[in-house]
């Protein structure tokens, strides 16, 4: 079957939590709730699929000025410019490497041109250290930008950013 990137729905909500919470330490754990409130405050939420109600990963991304408390996202609206943020990003193991990826960021990067922004940006943990993760989106064209100590010292993550265009 063919991928499918489409929007986020409630009743992806269980799903998307047990992906989110498998993929520790690379994305900090969520539960229902925690999920659906970052869905409001979100521009872009979309899942991909290949079987209807499977998700095989998903993607939440917010554009500036959004009353968001994450460090990181805050870091980007210190920096200022116009930007998608991607908060979080996760594919199963089972579809890495098929484009995936790829797809979820391009609903972000879509989102991105569509609205005039100039860039896509987001952050990769550096420690716990995600090679991988920083791999996949330097292929993507993201360059770092700086990097910064979060939840107390106990992350530390290279904040990112691509041109949209």
Not at 77 to 103: E, L, N, W
Not at 122 to 146: I, M, Q, T, Y
């Amino acid at each position: 079957m063919p991928l499918v990137i489409r929007p986020l729905e409630n009743a992806d909500l269980a799903a998307v939590v047990a992906l989110n919470n498998a993929a520790q330490p690379a994305v900090p754990p969520v539960d229902r709730g925690g999920l659906a409130e970052l869905t409001v405050l979100a521009s872009v939420a979309v899942v991909a699929e290949e079987v209807p109600g499977e998700p095989l990963g998903f993607l939440i991304a917010m554009d500036p000025g959004v009353d968001y408390a994450s460090e990181n996202y805050r870091w980007f609206m210190q920096r200022g410019g116009s930007f998608v943020y991607v908060d979080r990003i996760v594919v199963t193991p089972s579809a890495k490497g098929r484009g995936v990826g790829r797809a979820l960021y391009g609903a972000a990067f879509d989102r991105a041109r569509e609205h005039g922004l100039d860039e896509v940006t987001c952050e990769v943990n550096v420690r716990p250290a995600n090679p991988d993760s920083l791999a996949f989106h330097e292929r993507l064209g993201f360059r770092r930008l700086e990097e910064q100590e979060t939840k107390g010292g106990a992350y530390r993550v290279a904040l990112l950013a691509a041109p949209a265009s």
